[in-house]
């Protein structure tokens, strides 16, 4: 199998800088659509009194985690708020009273078995830290009388340009990140585990592989450094060979992918019993005078993080995550989610005039799913259901390496993803 990638600058200036802890805001704004799948509806109400660890949102949906207050306080307002997919979204608004009292409901779970674990990991609140937000508990929910996984694959690749927040994590984590993956394969019984770190990150590394080499079914797997390297199936492609065939997921080919952010955060909360909310963030860009590493309490709006960075000019754009696959908040004002891994301020960002194809092709040898992009396009553009369907658009990852190296600057990976959903709105139609 040909595996197609780009090589992308790094710009890793934050690479060396160690984590700071930001002070608690004086108040919070927490989505309830905080992960991929439903989002949570409020337990609390306006005038209700909340501690840190609380539980503020849930939901009965088996693709859902809950939400956790980040701050004590009072609850001000329940109300839509603009989410960075466009729509709004309910959210939970708490005013910061100062005290940083702590829920009389954090304390280290009982776990003693799978079932446990498992519940656990739900009670967490834990998603995807690596930007993707999928439920942990779903992922690692998987039914060992149909599947039983034979690797775990810890995603360390952190492969988008300016985010070091993973990075931070194994040099300043990197015994939770163990402790977790030791809990994973000793409660979901896998056999092995491989931990795939990109080769531009010789540190991290090198510690890894220290503080594993005493478990031998454990392996620190050194990546090529290029895009999208950390990509799900590309990972796994990389780490084992296996290919994950079109249509299925990971656990059909024996895998399971949890980010390395991930595996610290479910050894820190069986060790506390402190729910998931804060997180590592990277902050950088082209007028970020300290590219700098924070924890952030869930809720705090990117003006106030990016403040502690400093700012040497107004940023025309703000990017949530990384250039490639993040996205642009509307305004300062957005509050942090738990899929935020970095947040990204640029000046004078160039504004490029798509021009014509010329049918080059580097968009083909870009694309890590061997998909066709400009046929793609081309058949988004005549709203053609068959040809996308005929065409795999559904296994696109959102990478967006076509448009990068696309000479014409053509929006190629926007129009993957109106493409699929263009075929779920046509699929939702014929009631499929």
Do not use: W
């Amino acid at each position: 199998m040909l595996l197609h990638q780009v090589k992308l600058p790094h710009f890793k200036h934050s690479a060396e800088s160690k984590t700071v802890t930001l002070p608690l805001p004086d108040k919070v704004v927490i989505s309830m659509a905080q992960h991929l799948g439903a989002p949570c509806t409020p337990t609390v109400k306006v005038g209700d009194k909340v501690k840190i660890g609380d539980v503020i949102g849930s939901s009965e949906a088996a693709m859902s985690a809950p939400v956790h207050s980040s701050i004590s306080g009072t609850v001000t307002a329940i109300t839509d708020v603009l989410h960075i997919s466009g729509r709004n979204m309910q959210s939970v608004v708490i005013e910061n009273d100062g005290l940083e009292e702590v829920s009389d409901s954090v304390c280290p779970p009982t776990v003693e078995n799978r079932e446990q674990f498992l519940q656990a990991v739900r009670n967490s609140g834990s998603i995807g830290l690596g930007g993707a937000g999928f439920p942990t508990s779903l992922k690692l929910g998987f039914d060992p009388k149909e599947k039983q996984p034979d690797f775990l694959i810890i995603n360390g690749a952190e492969c988008e340009p300016y985010i070091t927040s993973d990075y931070r994590c194994f040099m300043e984590e990197g015994e939770d990140v163990l402790e977790g993956v030791l809990l994973m394969l000793k409660y979901l019984g896998i056999p092995k585990c491989i931990i795939g770190i990109e080769k531009n990150k010789p540190k991290a590394i090198e510690k890894m592989t220290r503080l594993c080499e005493k478990h031998d079914n454990i392996t620190v797997k050194a990546l090529k450094s290029s895009y999208p390297q950390g990509a799900e199936k590309t990972l796994i492609f990389s780490t084992t060979g296996r290919v994950v065939k079109e249509g299925t997921l990971p656990l059909a080919s024996g895998c399971i992918v949890v980010n390395s952010s991930t595996a610290a955060f479910i050894a820190q909360y069986i060790r506390t019993g402190m729910p998931l909310v804060k997180r590592r963030i990277t902050v950088d860009g082209n007028i970020v005078k300290k590219p700098s590493n924070f924890i952030v309490p869930v809720g705090m709006s990117i003006g106030e993080i990016v403040y502690y960075a400093e700012l040497s000019d107004k940023p025309d754009r703000i990017i949530l995550g990384g250039p490639m696959m993040g996205a642009c908040a509307f305004d300062p004002d957005y509050p942090l989610s738990k899929t935020n891994n970095a947040v990204l301020m640029f000046a004078d960002s160039p504004v490029y005039e798509p021009s014509e194809c010329i049918r080059c092709g580097k968009c083909v040898r870009a694309c890590s799913m061997n998909l066709l992009p400009t046929e793609l396009e081309h058949a988004f553009d005549m709203r053609d259901a068959r040809r996308l369907e005929k065409l795999k658009v559904n296994l696109c990852v959102n990478c967006g390496a076509c448009s990068f190296v696309c000479p014409a600057k053509r929006n190629l990976a926007e129009k993957n993803q109106l493409a699929k959903a263009f075929l779920r709105e046509q699929s939702t139609r014929k009631g499929k």
